[in-house]
């Protein structure tokens, strides 16, 4: 296969596990997990519902933290103690704030950091995934794939180096699914940016330079361009 040049190390996690307490007793969801996302890496997560995927990625986002192991986003100025910036999630629903137009979605992530030109920005964000036309729209208007397009607009606003997408073509039919990801896949070329995706579709997936898949908490195994992100 062809040799990937490895950019900057953006993640690495080490031995990351998390559990959750239910009434009925622990969940583990992530089980030992170990690896390396680096600069200019596209990697698909799949496995079967349940099998960790949203928990691994939230983990990664800095969204959660886990239960032992660690994270570090070296090039991203973080550690576990320090929440990352520079990271675009993709929620596994949408996820918009329903009291925001499609634009004042996109906006809040720059008027959130330094808050210049946010309009334009943002209009831009949606101009590149063909959903101008929604702007001023409220997400109870819109379409979930429409939504969906909105909120990968609103991952990449502020122009980060790592992109967690969490199923972002799940309410999207096939040709708009392709659709979405060569837009995303486009944009972050021109980044230089990471993308790490979960998904359930093999085609979205097939466009990703590294496939993981994941069982029980495991990530199995590694296969594809970057297949050395794996450290054990
Ligand atoms: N906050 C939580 N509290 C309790 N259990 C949780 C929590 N989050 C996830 N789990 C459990 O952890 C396991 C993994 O869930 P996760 O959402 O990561 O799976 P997934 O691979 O993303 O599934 P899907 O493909 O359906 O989105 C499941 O058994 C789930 O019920
Ligand atoms: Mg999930």
Redesign the pocket.
Known sequence: MEALCMGRTLVVATDLWRS?Q?ERGV?T??RGCSFRIHAGETIAIM??????????LNLIAGLDVPSSGHVEWPALGATDTLRPKRIGVVF?SANLMPALTAVENVELPILLGNGAESRIRALAALSAFGVETQASKLPEQLSGGQAERIAVARAIVTDPELIVA??PTGQLDQAGAMALVDQLLAWGRGAETAIVV?T?DERVAAKMNCIWR?RH?KVESMVGRSACTGIG
């Open positions: 959750f239910r969940v969801a992530v496995g079967p519902s349940g099998c960790g995927k949203t928990t691994l596994q969490d199923e979960a359930h994941m908490g």
